[in-house]
């Protein structure tokens, strides 16, 4: 054999950077970033192809540079991301259709990074994940005055669909362009640490909000979702429970800046009725951050539905739909000068005169609310008249308003309230 390596293997590091050991029961793959400004893309699907079912593989760290979209099809399967998969900031190629999947229905959002498949688990050890860039995406679309719409093809950074029985670890993701996570056409899903940071660092955008759709997570049409340990600087709604999630629980979750968490929007496919039951939101810190920083803290939690008058068509227009949601638990909240603690409203997008939501809400429960909020108006619960919210109760709520305000609780249309003074 030759004594020293033939300069060609430096050019071929895939082959030497990705080690599988088919002689171990489960097979592995371990790669290192190629650095010096190299795309790591085709290394990256080919650890997966490879090592992606019943195998192990591990992403020494540093930063994969990733130039094109990928799914990955887990089945199985262990990953060890140590370092980051950085999807590089070239926005017009990534605003052509053709270069990102639809794979989302709701609004039609793009993806750039899916994960599919059952029974795997993700570990990015709080040290790794994925990094957005999206300081350039953030600071294109505010420069020059372009209008961010829904389906307009900016990418999720991380969507999980047709999941069974995954888990994401540790993961963090630095900068999302728009939705942070979404979850899919998926059933049994743990995502157990995630920290999303979208925070503008462009001086030219000092006290605006120039990070909006940069939603922690929206949950579609998935069964037995949990979100425990979660750290999200967003401006926009920290996590956005949307159609037919059911048996979701979310623990441990951090809000900075955006809207807080939203149930909806809903009902704005007038053929989809949506089905939300049986969620457990607790333990949620919402913290306002410096106002030059990120000027909105919205809400603790608040609920949303369009009218049953259709406007337009989806992913921008819409309404009309029907549907409910029942059984949610919302306990232990610090909110810390949330502008509306909890609200309920059912006019999202809506004009006067429109026909009133037939989307029923019932069994919601609010308990042990502490901290501050900006308006005297603690509670604004608005249900539709069409459909009056049956069985709303309140335990432990003790939000303050400013300077030693009274508090004010608005129901509308609500059947059956217990536990607060209507005012
Ligand atoms: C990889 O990323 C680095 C740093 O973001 C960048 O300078 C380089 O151009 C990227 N390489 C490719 C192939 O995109
Ligand atoms: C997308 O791909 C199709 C098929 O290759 C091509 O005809 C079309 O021009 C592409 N669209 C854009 C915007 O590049
Ligand atoms: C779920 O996935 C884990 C691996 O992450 C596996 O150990 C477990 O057996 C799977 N459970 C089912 C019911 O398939
Ligand atoms: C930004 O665009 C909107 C409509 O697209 C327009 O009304 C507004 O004047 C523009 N603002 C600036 C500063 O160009
Ligand atoms: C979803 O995943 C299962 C296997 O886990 C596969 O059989 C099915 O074809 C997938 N469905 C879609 C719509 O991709
Ligand atoms: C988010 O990013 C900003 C800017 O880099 C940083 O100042 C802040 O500490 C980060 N937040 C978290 C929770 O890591
Ligand atoms: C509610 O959802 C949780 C989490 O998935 C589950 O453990 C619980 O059994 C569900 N409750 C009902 C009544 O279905
Ligand atoms: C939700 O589920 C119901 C019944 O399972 C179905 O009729 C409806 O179309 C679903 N809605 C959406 C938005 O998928
Ligand atoms: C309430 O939530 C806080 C985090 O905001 C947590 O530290 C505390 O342990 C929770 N209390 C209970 C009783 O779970
Ligand atoms: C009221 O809602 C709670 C959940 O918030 C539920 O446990 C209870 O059974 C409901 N009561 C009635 C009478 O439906
Ligand atoms: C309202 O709720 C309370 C407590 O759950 C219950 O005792 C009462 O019967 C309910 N009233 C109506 C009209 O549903």
């Known amino acids: 054999m030759r004594p020293t390596a033939l300069p060609w293997i430096a050019s071929t590091a895939l082959v030497f950077s990705t080690l599988c050991s088919a002689a171990n029961a489960v097979k592995t793959c371990t790669l290192s970033p190629l650095g010096h400004g190299r795309d790591d893309t085709d290394q990256v699907e080919e650890a997966i192809a490879k090592c992606g079912q019943s195998g192990h593989t591990v992403f020494e760290p540093g930063q994969y540079n990733i130039t094109r979209k990928m799914t990955w099809n887990l089945v199985e399967s262990t990953i060890d991301l140590h370092g980051y998969l950085n999807f590089v900031p070239d926005i017009q190629y990534w605003l052509n259709p053709n270069n990102t999947y639809r794979v989302v229905f709701i609004q039609d959002q793009a993806s750039w990074f899916v994960v599919t498949g059952r029974s795997f688990e993700i570990d990015a050890h709080s040290t790794g994940g994925i990094m957005g860039n999206g300081q350039t995406w953030w600071s294109y679309y505010s420069a020059n005055n372009i209008t961010r719409l829904d389906g307009d093809g900016r990418p999720i950074a991380l969507t999980l669909v047709n999941v069974t029985n995954g888990t994401v670890k540790n993961f963090r993701i630095e900068q999302q362009p728009f939705w942070c996570n979404?979850?899919?056409?998926?059933?049994?899903?743990?995502?157990?640490?995630?920290?999303?940071?979208?925070?503008?660092?462009?001086?030219?955008?000092?006290?605006?909000?120039?990070?909006?759709?940069?939603?922690?997570?929206?949950?579609?049409?998935?069964?037995?979702?949990?979100?425990?340990?979660?750290?999200?600087?967003?401006?926009?709604?920290c996590l956005a429970i949307k159609g037919n999630s059911t048996n979701v629980v979310a623990r441990d979750i951090t809000c900075r800046g955006g809207n807080g968490i939203a149930i909806g929007s809903l009902g704005q496919y007038v053929n989809l009725p949506d089905i939300v039951n049986n969620l457990t939101i607790e333990n949620v810190q919402a913290i306002r951050l410096d106002s030059n920083v990120q000027p909105n803290m919205g809400t603790g939690i608040y609920f949303k539905t369009w009218t049953a008058?259709?406007?337009?068509?989806?992913?921008?227009?819409?309404?009309?739909?029907?549907?409910?949601?029942?059984?949610?638990?919302?306990?232990?909240?610090s909110l810390d000068r949330v502008s509306l603690p909890i609200h309920l409203y059912q006019t999202n997008d809506g004009q006067s005169g429109d026909a009133p939501s037939k989307l029923q809400f019932s069994n919601l429960a609010f308990e042990d609310f502490t901290g501050t909020s900006l308006s005297d108006e603690i509670v604004d619960i608005e249900c539709s008249a069409a459909v009056p919210c049956p069985n709303i109760s309140f335990r432990n709520i003790n939000v303050v308003p400013p300077s030693g305000d009274a508090p004010e609780y608005v129901f509308k249309n609500v059947v059956n309230e217990t536990g607060l003074p209507s005012s």
């Open 309 to 333: 008058t259709v406007h337009g068509v989806p992913p921008t227009g819409g309404g009309g739909g029907g549907g409910h949601v029942s059984n949610v638990l919302a306990r232990n909240f």
């Open 182 to 237: 979404a979850v899919a056409e998926s059933q049994s899903v743990v995502y157990d640490g995630m920290l999303c940071n979208a925070t503008n660092e462009d001086p030219r955008f000092v006290g605006q909000n120039i990070v909006p759709n940069t939603d922690g997570i929206d949950t579609y049409r998935s069964d037995d979702v949990t979100m425990i340990n979660w750290d999200i600087t967003c401006g926009d709604d």
